[in-house]
């Protein structure tokens, strides 16, 4: 096993010859990859976790990091980019695994009935938690970064107001926001532009959020949230808005989700998608399936222009953010790690919450595996904006978001 395991990484650092690292085996022998200062120590504890990293990959390596079978002293990062390497992808997952993937599949995928289950695996984790790493306005989808040096505040609030430049928002238009999180996005268009919101979330959590500072902004009136399931939104609104949603739809569901859209934005009205997508049809990956966005499908961009057309939805502009979402997953990083002796101090929230080892060790490999999915990796994050049928005002240049 250590001999095959070897030969692994030997190929997996012709790739990346820059790095060089250690790695201790379980009966205490230490061999250096690369010629080198080592960036990280790897510790395989057992022989078992070394099979698995063959027999399950991606899944295999993130569930004994989880354990504690797979320990990194160094650049965890440096670690995690072989996991975007040729050499790693073409690894199997064996067929028990694969009958758990088709199983997970059937088990947690974006029903009616299954949704309110999923979102709330996925963003329910806390509201003091997911203070302690994001921004101050709670927005945990991709930020938007003008400067090198700009803060993850910064860089929220420039999202917000690119997507309000491209949605042509002006003072008193109706915007909804489909999978609104935690308001962010429904703050700023009231704040900055008097939009009038209304948004919908079936995170109970995100919900409780939003009531509380619609309240203590003196919004009420002007924004308004709905515990609800999308397909039960009502009205028409002059704008639309889905911000890091529709990867939660699931590519069955998505005739319906813009049949949906179609019924709420109005004839010419101007709509923003925000989404982690794909270059093709490449499933999503089975570990974050598993551990932190059950019913995850990220669509494949080519499925989502097609749903978009048989509607009467013409994209007019995309953009692809996908260096935007690796800085804001790098700022999360940090901020989680200069924090996580306040995590570990959480309480629990109502007693279903344990923020022990396994918690954090689960979070680390997720904010760091996706920073790098994304700069090395498969994952886009596509940022379309599109009209209800012909909007023939609608700027032809760029210059309207760059003044």
Known sequence: MKKTLLALLH???QHVPETSFDVRF????????????????????????????????????GEEYMKGNLEVDGDLRALLRFGFDPAFSKLKLSLVNKLKVIAGFLLFRQTRAKAPVNISAGYDHGNEFYKLFLD???????????HDDDTIEQAQNQKHDHICRKLQLQDGERLVDIGCGFGGMMFYAAEHYGAVVSGCTLSRKQYQHISEQIVLRKLEGRVTV????????????????????????????????????KELLKVGGIGVLHMVGKDARIASDLWLKRYLFPGLECPFVGDIFGEMGKVGFIPV????????YSKTLEWWAKRFEDNLDKIRALGGDGGEIVYDETFIRMWRFYLNACQLGLRYGTDRLYQTTFTHGINNSYPITRDYLYR
């Open 11 to 13: 190929a997996l650092h």
């Open 26 to 61: 379980w009966d205490g022998e230490l061999v250096r990859i690369g010629s080198g200062p080592p960036q990280f120590t790897l510790t395989i504890r057992t022989a078992a976790a070394a099979r698995r990293i063959f027999r399950d990959g991606t899944l295999g390596v």
């Open 136 to 146: 101050k306005s709670m927005t945990y989808t991709c930020a938007y970064f003008k």
């Open 226 to 261: 709905h515990f609800l399931d999308y397909r039960n939104m009502t009205g028409t609104f002059d704008k639309f808005v889905s911000i890091g949603m529709i990867e939660h739809v699931g590519r069955r569901f998505h005739p319906a989700y813009f049949q949906k859209v």
């Open 317 to 324: 502009d995309m953009e692809n953010l996908r260096l935007h």
